[in-house]
């Protein structure tokens, strides 16, 4: 039997490489290429990824320059449905139509929407009118309109990262066949120790200098300005206490990035934060971190850093809402702490630097976790078997239709 085409598409904008595209890369990097032909569209070019998929032999398609979701300008219900209006009629038509066209040229068996019900509507769309089998995937609590329970009853499955998630999108009456949920993983062995002392020396920062971090795009929902005010008070108790963090500003993230330069130059914190900037050596510098922060003020549905710290054997402090309550053992692979709570995280951070055997048992938990539950290998293997078992239905369900 020939390989069944798998058309994956990323929509997002503005240069970014988040979670869901990195996502999607290690998932086409691992499918079993004699059973799946994965090919990726994009919206906008994104190089480092078309040369990465083009050295692995998978097509890379890159739709042309169409217009971008906007803001509603003024708060409200009336002007939320104002833009969507707008929006539906300028912004996902065209979309789809570019979207179809590929479909048609490229003839896959399934379209795995990488971006969810809400972001991706317009593939929906076009995979709808293509009847092709459709695969939404779904990363947050998005909002979801009129629009998307409508055709959301033409979505084989929405693949959700939590049960949490999977329960927000059945109670917003999504009519998916199938709503189930498939945790994320990483490599495993991509994260292994060895890589901090070099970071720790690129920044200036003692061996033996207790060092915290926190890792993700600088924007006003990951809480970097918490983690900052958590460490100013956690220096009472540990003065020498150091904090790296790492990523880049996204596009929505300038005035924030600001706020955090001011307060990270006030004399309790001057010098002893580091803004290490986007960085392709993200293992090693959680490597370097002795404990490693959580700091979402918003919950986060997910958390892949999570896992990444707890694959390096690295103890976490994370808000007790959203994705840490699925990834996060309190007091066995790290701690929970109140949502927003400065106090609270400068405490958790202070319990620890105090306890270094503790600190090293919740690293080996951490890493026997990752190692039971968040391997790639689990992932990948649960999405290979959604893939036969749609491509599988919709192949009879064709054949039927032909009989008849």
């Not at 890369?25 to 499918?31: D, K, M, T």
């Not at 509507?121 to 089998?133: G, I, K």
């Not at 990270?264 to 293992?283: E, K, N, Q, S």
């Not at 054997?313 to 701690?335: F, I, N, Q, R, Y």
Request: hydrophobic share 50%; aromatic share 4%; glycine share 10%.
């Amino acid at each position: 039997m020939a390989a069944r085409r798998i058309l994956f598409v990323e929509s997002s904008m503005g240069g970014v490489i988040g979670g869901s595209l990195t996502g999607i890369l290690h998932l086409i990097a691992r499918l079993d290429r004699t059973r799946f032909a994965p090919s990726l569209a994009l919206f906008e070019a994104k190089p480092a990824v078309e040369e990465e998929l083009a050295r692995r032999g998978v097509p890379v398609h890159v739709l042309p320059s169409l217009p971008g979701r906007r803001k509603a300008l003024a708060p409200g219900r009336l002007a939320r449905a104002v833009v969507r209006a707008a929006d539906l009629w300028q912004v996902v038509g065209p979309r789809a139509r570019a979207v179809g066209g590929l479909i048609r040229r490229e003839r896959p068996d399934l379209v795995y929407c990488a971006n969810g019900l809400t972001a991706n509507l317009d593939a929906v769309v076009a995979a709808a009118v293509a009847r092709r089998r459709i695969v939404c995937h779904e990363k947050g609590f998005r909002r979801v309109g009129p629009a998307e329970r409508f055709m959301s009853r033409w979505v084989d499955a929405c693949v959700c990262m939590t049960d949490e998630i999977a329960a927000h999108y059945r109670t917003r009456h999504v009519r998916a066949r199938r709503v189930l949920t498939i945790l994320d993983g990483i490599d495993t062995t991509e994260f292994r120790p060895g890589g901090g002392p070099a970071v720790r020396r690129e920044f200036g920062i003692p061996p033996d200098a207790p060092l915290v971090g926190i890792v993700g795009h600088i924007q006003g929902w990951k809480g970097q300005l918490l983690a900052a005010e958590a460490v100013a008070r956690a220096r009472a108790k540990h003065p020498a206490l150091r904090c790296l963090v790492v990523g880049g500003v996204h596009r929505d993230g300038a005035e924030y990035a600001e706020r955090l330069r001011a307060r990270i130059a006030a004399p309790d914190l001057a010098g002893h934060v580091v803004l290490a900037g986007a960085r392709r050596d993200v293992p090693a510098c959680l490597d370097a971190m002795d404990v490693v922060l959580h700091s979402s003020v918003t919950p986060e549905p997910f958390g892949r850093v999570l896992i990444e710290a707890m694959a390096l054997g690295k103890p976490l402090v994370a808000p007790a809402e959203g994705g840490p309550l699925v990834v996060v053992v309190d007091g066995t692979t790290g701690l929970l702490v109140p949502p927003r709570d400065p106090d609270a995280l400068a405490g958790a951070i202070v319990a620890l630097l105090d306890d270094p055997p503790r600190r090293a048992a919740m690293g080996a938990a951490a890493r026997a976790r990752v190692d039971a539950v968040f391997d790639i290998r689990h992932h990948v293997r649960r999405v290979q078997e959604l893939f036969d078992d749609l491509i599988g239905a919709g192949a009879a369900a064709t054949a039927a239709t032909a009989a008849s």
